[in-house]
């Protein structure tokens, strides 16, 4: 999948020595990265390594304290973002910075609109910008949409559109994938393949392994604000050498194996019927004590709102749920939450976390008023309770006094996990447990859900990384388009089997 | 009362940070939980107690003992008490994420029915508190319909307590024909005259309100819920919180405490009128604002509140005893909402770049 | 942030309450002397009153000005105590919140100043700390919104509403000189206050004497887009009058802009309150303006007047009486193309 033609050995960025100082740390500590024409290079490292702060340098929103960066072999200056535009390096943030009131063309040229005497010249724009998508093989998206109308996938194809329109060679992508599903994801690679054939190079960011492995020439890898490991072939490097780099500990990244099931555990959650108008239609599964039931399918396949029914977030149109032969009352987060039913939602930032609060309140979000005495507050009981969890799910920083909002990915979701393990539930949803989270983290995480069905906690999952899926379920269910289209054993199905049966079910 | 953490704690490795809790027991946990209350109030207050000493030592330069004497000091508070409490039930409703814009016409309205003829009758046969009791009651049930509106009726807060605003007003202008009703309950206005230890009725209510209401936000699962609510509302839900009930009370909450302001007002004035707390819910906003609590949601802080009252209260003083103008004095409260505001985002932002 | 808009606001409550303080006090200017009512109390000139005499330190407080007349008030109350030696003013620019002003009052007891003179924005809920301040041994003046307790106030200086509706309907009862069937037209102000009622009353009084009636009546709200918005109205009802009365002379000015687009002259106006924009249309005698109603706009300086005497235990000369009077209220002239000089100088600017 890497020929060797497409990238030739003539470096086109080089990035030597790089520091960078902030008051009270130094997140960047010497960084070297050699990038060449039309390759994928990939930047790995867990959160905190500097990848963010290396790719602001790059794009000349921070400058460097120390260090040389040279494009086409001489050295340059980014003062501003601007001069990075200008200089060919363009960078597609996270947060995709796209104007949503505005149309494909705008966004485009937006900063540096085609324009002569003051007036736009629209027309010029509207051409270019259908000429700039068919280049990514986008001919269906109109310049004139509006970009908020697009999906998270067509924003991104705006926001590469933009690094197109700035004649970049050297574009940023800081991990383009987290908001796609699969398929979507196959049609980035497609438009990475088709850029770096024109001798784009492309700096991709990204958690997920088995897409560098897929999408990647090269590696370079940081930690604790240093190159560890520069120039790795990424079709080769093996996996755990890579963790290895990254870490600095050797971590056994394969999900832990559980023991089967006891063949007499009882049931404890059951779903009957359930069905939500618009979103999926009648799902019926059940988990027993300590057993892990994973849920497969594309996004929009209605896998995220069971879970959010189930929990009472959402009001089902028909069906039931139980928790140990008691029916929970429908369209009641409290009634689930006494009945022994956790979320750990989808979006940790958004729907679960006090940002600008310590750790230790989120913590204790569920069961602050259940340690109140007569409605004040016990905060030293809060504090200890949220000190053995952070503990015991090894949180850090370790300190309970911290915002969440510092904490990095794998971090928050451990603090959700922690919630629900104080409360105490017998029920655990988990959706999207491993996103935005790193190596290092995620294994621990699935050390977490291996300890609670231990101790005959049931555990649904949702993960739009199928491997994931079958990898921590006993037993999963496919869903395409709202339906269970499959139940069975996680041990005897394959992803290709699972998206075989997805595009099945959305034939049907 | 969040502290953020600093970068140099950050950087403990993990190993080390286990052994020095292990090690030293619990008093590092009671180290830090007295150090913490403490930091965290200095350090947010700390302007607002600079700004407040600033006005006072402008005022003390160019007014002199007049100034500084015990009479202006009082003299101040009851001028601040009207507004003092309802800025903290406006703190609440700002903490949890909403806006209150009826309370200044709820005052009105409170003060007007607590003195029609018929209450003041009522009053006079049975009890003075009839018409504190009749107050509160409106008060309390004006709130509960912006937060029924607000919570169940999925009206935007700005919207349905806009609408209580103009309806309220109305409605006392209506109930008093747009006269002036006089207090004619002796006992009443009596216990308006009252100043245990030498300090105005009016001065104590403000004190008990503030102190009930630091200790609701800070210090029960009422306030933890409402920092809950405002920070982030989906993440409260789903934890298994009643967002919808709690937001019911914090208007609830917050008509309350203009009722109660609506019986100072009538303990101060002596008559109730419809034009009593004109644009008052203007001045509380500015007040919380200032004060620290943020106008997103999520961070509240009643210490703040009564510094950004006396803040406004003191200037105006000042102004007053320096003949300046009511305009001069707007101009200023503006710069000074403006600035309070600037650097908080600085705050937040800075804040925010520990990651 | 919030005072201009209070201010705006309260534009329509506060002209409203402006109104109700119009007073006809003509008397600083040593010419006029007017005699024939009980209210009018000249301080002639040159009696010796003037002569200066002990230091007087006088607290002034008075509601926003957001009305052409309210401005005056203040303005007239500052002058007069500039032309004194022996007055100190200590001014306080009050809002129209309660609240603030009952500081303000607090502020001049702390203060110890030697009399108050003191226009209320409500004068119920001003009366408690005027009482405290007649206590602390303060001379408080009220001025033209009464207090709620005459023992709060040793003298109280008022306008008369009532008054200005007589004239007002007197003046018309002359001009159409009894024609059967007239047409006459008021435009009021904020019809739910008591001195708009009072002038409708008195308007409608007089008018009576000589068998008229208002035929149309509207009510504005003392703005000047209320009464052009009003008088549009009115005329549109209205396709023929013979007179027109109109409450204020700030709306005036709307209501002159709407008379002007409807193109209609066949009637005469006569104003209320006696701007210094009116009286010049009246001098130069070329709109349907004919006649203006003063409410005085200088009764707060009469109040700095006569706060001065009473501190320094002087009479009003020109009365027999040793001590000055409880309560005076002012008189509402007609003023007219013939005796409009006389009044100039004491018009307010709108």
Same mark, same amino acid.
């Given at each position: 999948?890497?020929?060797?033609?497409?990238?030739?050995? &003539?470096?086109?960025?080089?990035?030597?020595?790089?520091?960078?100082?902030?008051?009270?740390?130094?997140?960047?500590?010497?960084?070297?990265?050699?990038?060449?024409?039309?390759?994928?290079?990939?930047?790995?490292?867990?959160?905190? /390594?500097?990848?963010?702060?290396?790719?602001?340098?790059?794009?000349?929103?921070?400058?460097?304290?120390?260090?040389?960066?040279?494009? !086409?072999?001489?050295?340059?200056?980014?003062?501003?973002?601007?001069?990075?535009?200008?200089?060919?390096?363009?960078?597609?943030?996270?947060?995709?910075?796209?104007?949503?009131?505005?149309?494909?063309?705008?966004?485009?040229?937006?900063?540096?609109?085609?324009?002569?005497?003051?007036?736009?010249?629209?027309?010029?724009?509207?051409?270019?910008?259908?000429?700039?998508?068919?280049?990514?093989?986008?001919?269906?998206?109109?310049?004139?949409?509006?970009?908020?109308?697009?999906?998270?996938?067509?924003?991104?194809?705006?926001?590469?559109?933009?690094?197109?329109?700035?004649?970049?060679?050297?574009?940023?992508?800081?991990?383009?994938?987290?908001?796609?599903?699969?398929?979507?994801?196959?049609?980035?690679?497609?438009?990475?393949?088709?850029?770096?054939?024109?001798?784009?190079?492309?700096?991709?960011?990204?958690?997920?392994?088995?897409?560098?492995?897929?999408?990647?020439?090269?590696?370079?890898?940081?930690?604790?604000?240093?190159?560890?490991?520069?120039?790795?072939?990424?079709?080769?490097?093996?996996?755990?050498?890579?963790?290895?780099?990254?870490?600095?500990?050797?971590?056994?990244?394969?999900?832990?194996?559980?023991?089967?099931? /006891?063949?007499?555990?009882?049931?404890?959650?059951?779903?009957?019927?359930?069905?939500?108008?618009?979103?999926?239609?009648?799902?019926?599964?059940?988990? &027993?004590?300590?057993?892990?039931?994973?849920?497969?399918?594309?996004?929009?396949?209605?896998?995220?709102?069971?879970?959010?029914?189930?929990?009472?977030?959402?009001?089902?149109?028909?069906?039931?749920?139980?928790?140990?032969?008691?029916?929970?009352?429908?369209?009641?987060?409290?009634?689930?939450?006494?009945?022994?039913?956790?979320?750990?939602?989808?979006?940790?930032?958004?729907?679960?976390?006090?940002?600008?609060?310590?750790?230790?309140?989120?913590?204790?979000?569920?069961?602050?008023?259940?340690?109140?005495?007569?409605?004040?507050? !016990?905060?030293?009981?809060?504090?200890?309770?949220?000190?053995?969890?952070?503990? /015991?799910?090894?949180?850090?920083?370790?300190?309970?006094?911290?915002?969440?909002?510092?904490?990095?990915?794998?971090?928050?979701?451990?603090?959700?996990?922690?919630?629900?393990?104080?409360?105490?539930?017998?029920?655990?949803?988990?959706?999207?447990?491993?996103?935005?989270? !790193?190596?290092?983290?995620?294994?621990?995480?699935?050390?977490?859900?291996?300890?609670?069905?231990?101790?005959?906690?049931?555990?649904?999952?949702?993960?739009?990384?199928?491997?994931?899926?079958?990898?921590?379920?006993?037993?999963?269910?496919?869903?395409?388009?709202?339906?269970?289209?499959?139940?069975?054993?996680?041990?005897?199905?394959?992803?290709?089997?699972?998206?075989?049966?997805?595009?099945?079910?959305?034939?049907? | 009362?969040?502290?953020?953490?600093?970068?140099?704690?950050?950087?403990?490795?993990?190993?080390?940070?286990?052994?020095?809790?292990? #090690?030293?027991?619990?008093?590092?946990?009671?180290?830090?939980?007295?150090?913490?209350?403490?930091?965290?109030?200095?350090?947010?207050?700390?302007?607002?107690?600079?700004?407040?000493?600033?006005?006072?030592?402008?005022?003390?330069?160019?007014?002199?003992?007049?100034?500084?004497?015990?009479?202006? =000091?009082?003299?101040?508070?009851?001028?601040?008490?009207?507004?003092?409490?309802?800025?903290?039930?406006?703190?609440?409703?700002?903490?949890?994420?909403?806006?209150?814009?009826?309370?200044? *016409?709820?005052?009105?309205?409170? *003060?007007?029915?607590?003195?029609?003829?018929?209450?003041?009758?009522?009053?006079?046969?049975?009890?003075?508190? @009839?018409?504190?009791?009749?107050? =509160?009651?409106?008060?309390?049930?004006?709130? @509960?319909?912006?937060?029924?509106?607000?919570?169940? #009726?999925?009206?935007?807060?700005?919207?349905?307590?806009?609408?209580?605003?103009?309806?309220?007003?109305?409605?006392?202008?209506?109930?008093?024909?747009?006269?002036?009703?006089?207090?004619?309950?002796?006992?009443? *206005?009596?216990?308006?005259?009252?100043?245990?230890?030498?300090?105005?009725?009016?001065?104590?209510?403000?004190?008990?309100?503030?102190?009930? #209401?630091?200790?609701?936000?800070?210090?029960?699962?009422?306030?933890?819920?409402?920092?809950?609510?405002?920070?982030?509302?989906?993440?409260?839900?789903?934890?298994?919180?009643?967002?919808?009930?709690?937001?019911?009370?914090?208007?609830?909450? *917050?008509?309350?405490?203009? #009722?109660?302001?609506?019986?100072?007002?009538?303990?101060?004035?002596?008559?109730?009128?419809?034009?009593?707390?004109?644009?008052?819910?203007?001045?509380? $906003?500015?007040?919380?604002?200032?004060?620290?609590? =943020?106008?997103?949601?999520?961070?509240?802080?009643?210490?703040?509140?009564?510094?950004?009252?006396?803040?406004?209260?003191?200037?105006?003083?000042?102004?007053?005893?320096?003949? =300046?103008?009511?305009?001069?004095?707007?101009?200023?409260?503006? @710069?000074? $909402?403006?600035?309070?505001?600037?650097?908080?985002?600085?705050?937040?932002?800075?804040?925010?770049?520990?990651? | 942030?919030?005072?201009?808009?209070?201010?705006?606001?309260?534009?329509?409550?506060?002209?409203?309450?402006?109104?109700?303080? +119009?007073?006809?006090?003509?008397?600083?200017?040593?010419? %006029?002397?007017?005699?024939?009512?009980?209210?009018?109390?000249?301080?002639?000139?040159?009696?010796?009153?003037?002569?200066?005499? %002990?230091?007087?330190?006088?607290?002034?407080?008075?509601?926003?000005?957001?009305?052409?007349?309210?401005?005056?008030?203040?303005?007239?109350?500052?002058?007069?105590?500039?032309?004194?030696?022996?007055?100190?003013?200590?001014?306080?620019?009050?809002?129209?919140?309660?609240?603030?002003?009952?500081?303000?009052?607090?502020?001049?007891?702390?203060?110890?100043?030697?009399?108050?003179?003191?226009?209320?924005? %409500?004068?119920?809920?001003?009366?408690?700390?005027?009482?405290?301040?007649?206590?602390?041994?303060?001379?408080?003046?009220?001025?033209?919104?009464?207090?709620?307790?005459?023992?709060?106030?040793?003298?109280?200086?008022?306008?008369?509403?009532?008054?200005?509706?007589?004239?007002?309907?007197?003046?018309?009862?002359?001009?159409?000189?009894?024609?059967?069937?007239?047409?006459?037209?008021?435009?009021?102000?904020?019809?739910?206050?008591?001195?708009?009622?009072?002038?409708?009353?008195?308007?409608?009084?007089?008018?009576?004497?000589?068998?008229?009636?208002?035929?149309?009546?509207?009510?504005?709200?003392?703005?000047?887009?209320?009464?052009?918005?009003?008088?549009?109205?009115?005329?549109?009802?209205?396709?023929?009058?013979?007179?027109?009365?109109?409450?204020?002379?700030?709306?005036?000015?709307?209501?002159?802009?709407?008379?002007?687009?409807?193109?209609?002259?066949?009637?005469?106006?006569?104003?209320?309150?006696?701007?210094?924009?009116?009286?010049?249309?009246?001098?130069?005698?070329?709109?349907?303006?004919?006649?203006? +109603?003063?409410?005085?706009?200088?009764?707060?300086?009469?109040?700095?007047?006569?706060?001065?005497?009473?501190?320094?235990?002087?009479?009003?000369?020109?009365?027999?009486? +040793?001590?000055?009077?409880?309560?005076?209220?002012?008189?509402?002239?007609?003023?007219?193309?013939?005796?409009?000089?006389?009044?100039?100088?004491?018009?307010?600017?709108?």
């Amino acid at each position: 999948m890497v020929t060797d033609d497409r990238s030739t050995d &003539r470096p086109i960025l080089q990035m030597r020595g790089i520091v960078k100082q902030f008051p009270g740390a130094r997140a960047l500590d010497g960084v070297d990265l050699e990038v060449r024409a039309g390759e994928v290079h990939c930047l790995l490292g867990q959160n905190g /390594a500097g990848k963010s702060t290396l790719i602001k340098v790059l794009a000349g929103a921070h400058q460097p304290d120390e260090g040389q960066i040279l494009l !086409d072999g001489s050295p340059v200056t980014i003062a501003h973002p601007v001069a990075g535009l200008k200089l060919g390096v363009a960078t597609m943030y996270q947060e995709l910075d796209v104007v949503d009131g505005l149309s494909v063309a705008e966004n485009l040229y937006l900063g540096h609109e085609l324009a002569s005497g003051g007036f736009t010249q629209r027309r010029a724009a509207t051409q270019r910008t259908r000429e700039i998508l068919r280049r990514l093989g986008h001919p269906d998206i109109s310049p004139h949409r509006e970009v908020g109308s697009l999906s998270a996938a067509g924003k991104q194809i705006v926001s590469m559109g933009r690094a197109l329109s700035h004649d970049a060679r050297v574009i940023v992508m800081d991990e383009p994938s987290a908001v796609l599903d699969s398929e979507e994801v196959a049609n980035l690679f497609r438009v990475v393949r088709e850029l770096t054939s024109q001798g784009v190079a492309v700096v991709y960011i990204s958690h997920r392994l088995e897409e560098i492995r897929q999408i990647g020439d090269r590696i370079t890898v940081l930690k604790d604000g240093r190159t560890v490991a520069g120039g790795l072939p990424a079709a080769s490097t093996p996996t755990a050498e890579l963790i290895r780099l990254m870490t600095g500990r050797t971590v056994e990244y394969a999900i832990p194996r559980r023991p089967p099931v /006891a063949a007499d555990a009882p049931t404890v959650l059951k779903v009957e019927g359930l069905s939500l108008r618009g979103e999926f239609t009648d799902v019926s599964f059940d988990v &027993r004590a300590g057993e892990v039931v994973g849920l497969a399918g594309l996004v929009g396949s209605g896998r995220s709102e069971i879970l959010e029914t189930v929990f009472g977030a959402r009001r089902a149109t028909t069906g039931t749920v139980g928790v140990d032969g008691r029916a929970v009352r429908a369209g009641s987060v409290g009634a689930a939450v006494r009945a022994g039913i956790g979320l750990c939602p989808e979006e940790r930032k958004s729907q679960g976390l006090l940002l600008d609060e310590p750790v230790y309140r989120n913590i204790t979000l569920s069961t602050f008023a259940r340690t109140a005495n007569a409605s004040f507050l !016990d905060e030293p009981t809060e504090r200890r309770t949220a000190r053995e969890q952070i503990e /015991a799910l090894d949180l850090r920083p370790s300190d309970p006094d911290r915002t969440a909002r510092t904490l990095s990915g794998g971090n928050q979701q451990k603090v959700l996990l922690a919630r629900w393990l104080v409360h105490g539930c017998r029920v655990l949803l988990l959706d999207e447990p491993t996103r935005g989270v !790193d190596v290092g983290a995620r294994a621990e995480i699935y050390g977490i859900v291996a300890q609670l069905t231990a101790q005959g906690v049931a555990v649904v999952v949702v993960s739009s990384e199928i491997e994931e899926v079958l990898g921590l379920s006993d037993r999963v269910l496919v869903l395409s388009e709202g339906r269970v289209v499959h139940t069975g054993p996680a041990s005897a199905i394959d992803e290709h089997r699972v998206l075989d049966l997805v595009m099945e079910g959305s034939a049907a | 009362m969040s502290e953020h953490g600093t970068p140099a704690s950050a950087r403990v490795p993990a190993a080390d940070e286990t052994a020095r809790i292990e #090690g030293s027991g619990g008093k590092t946990a009671v180290d830090r939980r007295m150090r913490n209350p403490l930091r965290g109030a200095a350090g947010r207050n700390l302007g607002l107690v600079i700004a407040l000493l600033l006005v006072c030592l402008v005022g003390f330069v160019t007014a002199g003992e007049r100034f500084a004497s015990f009479d202006n =000091l009082m003299t101040i508070l009851r001028l601040a008490a009207v507004l003092g409490v309802i800025s903290i039930g406006m703190t609440f409703v700002i903490t949890g994420g909403g806006i209150d814009l009826s309370v200044g *016409s709820v005052i009105g309205l409170s *003060s007007v029915w607590a003195s029609t003829l018929a209450t003041q009758t009522m009053a006079n046969d049975f009890h003075w508190s @009839v018409m504190v009791f009749t107050a =509160l009651a409106v008060g309390l049930g004006a709130g @509960v319909v912006n937060g029924v509106l607000i919570a169940y #009726g999925r009206v935007v807060a700005f919207i349905a307590t806009l609408a209580m605003m103009v309806a309220a007003r109305g409605l006392a202008e209506m109930i008093a024909n747009r006269q002036t009703q006089v207090v004619r309950v002796p006992a009443f *206005s009596d216990v308006f005259r009252l100043a245990p230890l030498g300090i105005p009725m009016l001065v104590w209510i403000f004190a008990v309100v503030a102190v009930v #209401g630091w200790v609701l936000l800070n210090r029960t699962t009422f306030g933890r819920r409402t920092v809950a609510v405002g920070g982030n509302p989906e993440a409260a839900r789903l934890a298994g919180i009643n967002v919808k009930r709690h937001t019911m009370y914090l208007y609830a909450l *917050s008509g309350l405490a203009a #009722g109660i302001g609506g019986v100072m007002m009538l303990g101060r004035t002596t008559a109730g009128s419809s034009t009593n707390g004109l644009y008052y819910e203007l001045d509380a $906003i500015a007040a919380v604002v200032v004060g620290g609590t =943020l106008l997103a949601g999520g961070r509240g802080t009643i210490v703040g509140t009564v510094l950004g009252v006396l803040i406004f209260t003191t200037l105006t003083n000042v102004f007053t005893q320096n003949n =300046l103008s009511i305009s001069a004095q707007a101009v200023a409260k503006g @710069v000074i $909402i403006v600035v309070a505001v600037i650097l908080q985002q600085r705050i937040a932002e800075r804040s925010r770049a520990v990651t | 942030m919030s005072a201009p808009l209070r201010r705006r606001w309260l534009a329509v409550a506060g002209t409203a309450a402006a109104l109700a303080l +119009v007073v006809g006090c003509t008397s600083n200017t040593p010419e %006029d002397t007017s005699d024939d009512s009980t209210g009018a109390a000249p301080v002639a000139a040159g009696s010796g009153n003037d002569e200066p005499g %002990d230091t007087v330190t006088i607290g002034f407080s008075a509601p926003a000005a957001d009305h052409g007349w309210m401005g005056a008030i203040t303005k007239s109350a500052v002058a007069e105590a500039e032309k004194y030696s022996d007055v100190e003013l200590v001014q306080a620019e009050a809002t129209n919140d309660v609240n603030l002003q009952i500081s303000q009052i607090e502020q001049f007891i702390n203060d110890g100043v030697d009399a108050i003179v003191l226009l209320p924005f %409500d004068g119920a809920a001003l009366t408690e700390v005027a009482t405290q301040a007649m206590q602390a041994g303060i001379v408080v003046v009220n001025v033209d919104r009464e207090f709620d307790d005459p023992n709060a106030a040793r003298t109280t200086v008022l306008g008369d509403n009532y008054g200005m509706g007589v004239s007002a309907g007197h003046y018309i009862c002359e001009q159409l000189g009894g024609t059967a069937g007239a047409k006459v037209a008021e435009i009021a102000g904020i019809d739910s206050l008591p001195l708009t009622q009072d002038r409708s009353r008195g308007f409608s009084d007089a008018l009576g004497e000589c068998g008229l009636e208002v035929s149309n009546r509207v009510a504005a709200d003392f703005t000047v887009q209320g009464g052009e918005a009003a008088a549009a109205n009115l005329l549109q009802a209205a396709p023929e009058l013979d007179a027109i009365w109109n409450h204020d002379d700030d709306q005036g000015v709307g209501v002159l802009a709407a008379i002007e687009n409807a193109g209609r002259d066949e009637f005469f106006m006569v104003g209320g309150a006696g701007s210094k924009n009116v009286m010049d249309a009246i001098k130069a005698d070329n709109t349907v303006l004919k006649a203006t +109603v003063i409410y005085p706009s200088t009764q707060a300086a009469d109040g700095i007047k006569l706060a001065r005497l009473l501190v320094q235990g002087k009479s009003m000369s020109d009365l027999v009486e +040793v001590e000055v009077p409880r309560t005076i209220q002012l008189y509402a002239p007609v003023v007219t193309k013939e005796n409009v000089d006389r009044y100039l100088p004491t018009a307010f600017e709108s």
